[in-house]
């Protein structure tokens, strides 16, 4: 199979935009908000990852393994760019912006297996 075959592009790039966007404004409020700083944003970068992933799984519905594949590169893409606007505003190390990405990576295919089996049930 070639590349073109695993993933739909057009989906993928909705599916990062949206979940970018919503990283970085996640990102800017914890900024301004040391509670949401210390308390949400963790889990808010996590559930963007995974709901992004899950909504490209299940546009694309071309299975399991390609709805994780998907749902990773989406996952790890679109918490990339609120990490990275975390660490150039000073809120985060580089460190730390790795570890991160790798979780919203993890949650980003957990989001993807999901999102398959919610387009199964909508074909039944």
């Known amino acids: 199979m070639n590349r073109g075959e ?7 790039q909705r599916a990062i935009f949206v979940g970018a966007l919503l990283q970085i404004v996640f990102v800017l409020m914890a900024h301004f908000s040391a509670w949401i700083a210390m308390h949400a944003l963790l ?3 996590m559930m963007t990852s995974a ?11 071309k299975g399991y393994a390609l709805g994780a594949y998907g749902g ?24 730390v912006l790795v570890v991160r990405d790798l979780i919203s990576i ?3 295919a957990v989001g993807g297996i999901y999102g398959q089996m919610a387009a199964d049930w909508r074909s039944i």
């Open 6 to 12: 695993l993933i739909d592009n057009n989906a993928l």
């Open 51 to 61: 709901t992004a992933a899950y909504l490209y799984a299940q546009e694309v519905a």
């Open 72 to 95: 990773a590169i989406v996952g790890g893409l679109c918490a990339f760019a609120g990490v990275a606007l975390a660490a150039l505003l000073g809120d985060m190390t580089g460190d």
């Open 106 to 108: 993890l949650t980003g």
């Open 43 to 45: 889990f808010a970068g």
